[in-house]
């Protein structure tokens, strides 16, 4: 099955830092989510993001839709520890049954 | 908020058992959903249910299969359980529209198979 290439797949950052990580994909999308997935609990929806172009902010946290509709970034302002975790992009094709095609993952570590 | 709960946090099994995992979620949901999470690989959908059983074989349905006789109640089985099928197991809901509606994951089940 087809994967989106999500990158980087870790990074290691001070505390106060910004971070930026993106997904691709050769398909086309209708929707664009991101997950954040704390170490042993289940993703947890951050951004929603349905229409190309669309710049979405939700606290510290910023995405954008991409103009082609094949690409997606993620933003995160002033890194705290909290932030640590796996990030996960994930890109819908406009089926009803809310199928979901999800990147590798980003490993995200933060230094105090 | 959407619960999705999984019935088990951690499991270890035998190889050849029979291995039932179960999800319930409380949103009168439509579509569910069973991945598994490996490191490097993100989330595969390994089967995915859009109403009361009906079921559609996702990207690695090799080894599982699946059960929904109610709508809240979506669960995976294995068959005959392999060590290949130690992994995170995480299950999702949806509704469904004419926009993607984001998947509600559970908390996920660590399988082990010795």
Same mark, same amino acid.
């Given at each position: 099955?087809?994967?989106?290439?999500?990158? $980087?797949?870790?990074?290691? /950052?001070?505390?106060?830092?910004?971070?930026?990580?993106?997904?691709?994909?050769?398909?086309?999308?209708?929707?664009?989510?991101?997950?954040?997935?704390?170490?042993?609990?289940? $993703?947890?929806?951050?951004?929603?993001?349905?229409?190309?172009?669309?710049?979405?902010?939700?606290?510290?946290?910023? %995405?954008?839709?991409?103009?082609?509709?094949?690409?997606?970034?993620?933003?995160?302002? %002033?890194?705290?520890?909290?932030?640590?975790?796996?990030? &996960?992009?994930?890109? %819908?094709?406009?089926?009803?049954?809310?199928?979901?095609?999800?990147?590798?993952?980003? /490993?995200?570590?933060?230094?105090? | 908020? *959407?619960? *999705?709960?999984?019935?088990?946090?951690?499991?270890?099994?035998?190889?050849?058992?029979?291995? &039932?995992?179960?999800? *319930?979620?409380?949103?009168?949901?439509?579509?569910? &959903?069973?991945?598994?999470?490996?490191?490097?690989?993100?989330?595969?959908? /390994?089967?995915?249910?859009?109403?009361?059983?009906?079921?559609?074989?996702?990207?690695? $349905?090799?080894?599982?299969? *699946?059960?929904?006789?109610?709508?809240?109640?979506?669960?995976?089985?294995?068959?005959?359980?392999?060590?290949?099928?130690?992994?995170?197991?995480?299950?999702?809901?949806?509704?469904?529209?004419?926009?993607?509606? $984001?998947?509600?994951?559970?908390?996920?089940?660590?399988?082990?198979?010795?």
């Amino acid at each position: 099955g087809q994967q989106l290439n999500q990158s $980087p797949q870790s990074m290691f /950052i001070q505390e106060g830092e910004d971070v930026s990580m993106n997904c691709t994909s050769s398909s086309i999308f209708n929707t664009w989510l991101w997950y954040k997935q704390d170490p042993g609990e289940g $993703p947890v929806l951050l951004i929603a993001l349905y229409k190309a172009g669309e710049l979405t902010s939700n606290g510290r946290l910023t %995405a954008q839709f991409g103009i082609t509709r094949k690409d997606s970034f993620l933003n995160i302002s %002033a890194s705290i520890p909290s932030d640590v975790g796996i990030y &996960f992009c994930a890109g %819908a094709g406009g089926t009803s049954y809310g199928k979901l095609t999800f990147g590798q993952g980003t /490993i995200l570590t933060v230094h105090p | 908020d *959407v619960k *999705v709960t999984q019935s088990s946090r951690y499991l270890v099994k035998r190889t050849g058992e029979k291995v &039932f995992l179960e999800c *319930v979620q409380d949103m009168d949901h439509e579509n569910m &959903f069973w991945y598994r999470q490996d490191p490097g690989l993100g989330l595969r959908l /390994i089967y995915f249910s859009y109403d009361v059983k009906m079921k559609e074989k996702g990207d690695i $349905p090799e080894g599982y299969s *699946v059960s929904r006789e109610k709508k809240e109640r979506f669960s995976l089985i294995l068959e005959s359980a392999s060590t290949n099928q130690t992994s995170m197991y995480l299950c999702a809901s949806s509704s469904p529209g004419s926009l993607n509606q $984001p998947q509600h994951f559970g908390d996920g089940t660590r399988l082990s198979i010795l």
